[in-house]
């Protein structure tokens, strides 16, 4: 019955070995990098669209700004203006045309502004086109290779499903409860009078104790040794 917990676990193994090289593969490294490179051209989008929502902030204002000064000239040309209010105005009139002069100024950064965030969308929008190609081909080349592992897994789950109707279901429990605690292998073979997993010195009494069950978990890194 023992032997049957040692066959299963070698299968095991094995299995997490062939995934292993699954998760290593370039293939597998190309779809994570294209994939990658998609997503930080959709944030950079984000940042362009916040970018866009400033530069109409801006320009509201300009506009809102542009206004003001619109019904104030149209007082100024009004007939009705009495003589106070025309020197009023002629001492404010370098502050009017100093206040149409940021208005153009900021409107002249804008169009800049504008031109630079097209061509930042133009070329993110392309960027994202050629990417998005190339991470369908790649994979597409991914799902190629890993049909020549994933039949092999399928067998070897198979096979574990099987054994595991032959297995001591004390030791197949706390075997898998010590895998999900990423302690593995579970079951090792003693060393002498060490344990096969961390290298530490079973006492005498621990040995006895191994010796007549067959098996014994290490008190140091919880793994099972067996004669």
């Excluded at 362009?48 to 040309?77: G, Q």
Aim: a neutral charge; hydrophobic letters at 30%.
């Amino acid at each position: 019955m023992f032997e049957k917990i040692i066959e299963y676990q070698n299968l095991d193994i094995k299995k997490n070995s062939l995934q292993k090289t699954m998760n290593s593969l370039k293939e597998k490294d190309e779809v994570e990098k294209f994939a990658g490179l998609i997503k930080d051209n959709q944030n950079r989008l984000t940042e362009i669209d916040n970018d866009a929502k400033k530069i109409i902030s801006v320009y509201e204002k300009c506009e809102e700004d542009f206004k003001k000064l619109k019904k104030e000239i149209e007082k100024i040309n009004s007939d009705n203006l009495s003589e106070e209010d025309k020197e009023k105005w002629v001492n404010s009139e370098d502050a009017l045309d100093k206040q149409f002069s940021n208005i153009e100024r900021n409107l002249s950064v804008q169009v800049e502004n504008v031109s630079n965030i097209i061509k930042r969308f133009e070329t993110c929008k392309n960027n994202i086109v050629t990417y998005k190609e190339k991470y369908l081909e790649s994979k597409q080349k991914y799902a190629d290779v890993l049909k020549q592992y994933e039949p092999q897994i399928d067998e070897i789950n198979k096979t574990l499903l099987s054994l595991e109707k032959e297995v001591d279901k004390k030791l197949l429990l706390r075997y898998k409860q010590l895998k999900q605690d990423k302690i593995f292998p579970v079951f090792v073979p003693v060393n002498v009078n060490s344990c096969g997993g961390c290298s530490m010195e079973f006492s005498s009494a621990h040995m006895t104790k191994l010796k007549q069950a067959g098996y014994l978990e290490c008190e140091h890194c919880r793994r099972i040794n067996y004669i």
